[in-house]
């Protein structure tokens, strides 16, 4: 069966990983790219994902969406992890390609409707987008397959705050929409993907699974290695993003469990996923509204090796 998909993203050189993935897997029909503020401006992040589709070969719409969180300041972006560009500074030319020149919530619910549940929206930024998605259309959930997001971690710290992940910090207000909805949602945050370390011998095979596409995830990669290596004694890296359309595929490799998943904006601790699995909830706000599907782990090396073979497609 081929997954037909609307990837929301910020790239990033993990996006990149990400939408790599998802065009060269027979088993993904992506149909569509919305752009979002995060790692980098909404400006920016348009441009990225329209060069990274020329590199790519592909033929797709290419939206941006969002430029600031549903409520709140402008967190700064994150430079210092992918660099001045978003993409390891690898970037020296501007995309020829014209983005289409619908909103991204508006093309989200356009493809929605087109398709009703035939639609599996993978986000991988800030989920500003979705939830605007969902404002602009009230019965958008129940048209969408599912939603797997790249976001939160359920057990474990967080990676910008102590108690935050980076795309769940950027816009709360909206991931706590996003998780209020009733539609089908997976969170896959860094209980999975801060585990999953990649070093420069994946990116060596990368490059030679594909030298177009792996050889630039190498290169890009670069920047983001040195981010992650910081007093570490191994250089490695987590490719964060690429771990929902693994899931995607491949929903049986994972362990996960459902359970309620609310989202704080209190200051001292805005972006934390507080997670209470199915029947542990004694008392409101923890005993009614949907249910969502953590992901808590996996076989890393399957993945590792899922991520080589589709990119040697
Ligand atoms: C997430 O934050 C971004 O920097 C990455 O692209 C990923 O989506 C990881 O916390
Ligand atoms: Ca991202």
Known sequence: ???????????????????????QSPEIEVLGLTTVFGNVDVQTSAKNALWLCELA??????????????????????????GDDGLGNTQNSPPNGQLDPRHSAQFIVDMVNAHPNEISLVAIGPLTNLALALQLD??????????????????????????????????????????????????????????????????????TANPLLGGYIDRAAQCYMDFYSQGQTQRECRFHDVTTLAYLVRPQWFQSQLGKLLVSTDSLTLG?????????????????????NVALTVDDQALKQLYLEVYAL
């Not at 069966?1 to 065009?23: Q, S």
């Not at 934390?272 to 969502?292: A, H």
Request: proline content about 6%; hydrophobic content about 45%.
């Open 57 to 82: 070969k592909q033929q797709l719409p290419v939206t941006q969406g969002c430029a600031r969180p549903w409520i709140g300041p402008m967190s700064s972006y994150a430079h210092f992890v992918h």
């Open 138 to 207: 009230p019965m958008l959930a129940s048209k969408v397959k599912q939603v797997i997001l790249m976001g939160g971690a359920a057990t474990c710290a967080g990676n910008i705050t102590p108690a935050a992940e980076a795309n769940i910090w950027n816009d709360a207000y909206a991931a706590q929409i996003v998780f209020a909805a009733d539609w089908q949602v997976t969170m896959i945050g860094l209980d999975i993907t801060d585990k999953l370390r990649f070093n420069q011998g994946f990116l060596d095979e990368l490059k």
């Open 272 to 292: 934390q996923t507080v997670f209470c699995p199915q029947g542990q909830g004694l008392s409101e706000p923890w005993t009614s509204g949907p249910y969502t």
């Open 1 to 23: 069966m081929i997954e037909k998909v609307i990837i929301d993203t910020d790239p990033g050189i993990d996006d990149a990983m990400a939408l790599f993935f998802a065009f």
